[in-house]
């Protein structure tokens, strides 16, 4: 959880050796604890702690990326949305 109005750091995924970088504006949900919506009160934040397993690239890292399923050769493959 953080304030709503917080600051995200800035957060890159390292995949195949080339960093993917998350914004910020989708690392803090902009719903609040108490069902509103906004930049007051306590919000979730997109990044959570796996529990023993592996981690899991949820919506904050697909929103940043186009993604495509091989699904004939089993593989994944990522674009960054922005140069950076």
Known sequence: MAD????????GIIIGGKTF?????DLVNNETVGGGVGT???C??????AAGGDAVLGDAFLKNVVA????????M????RTAE
Request: glycine share 14%; proline share 3%.
């Open 4 to 11: 709503c109005g917080a600051a995200a750091p800035r957060v």
């Open 21 to 25: 970088w998350v914004d910020g504006r």
């Open 40 to 42: 007051v009160g306590t």
């Open 44 to 49: 979730a934040i997109a990044v959570q702690r």
């Open 68 to 75: 495509v399923f091989d699904l004939e050769r089993d593989e």
């Open 77 to 80: 493959g990522f674009v960054g």
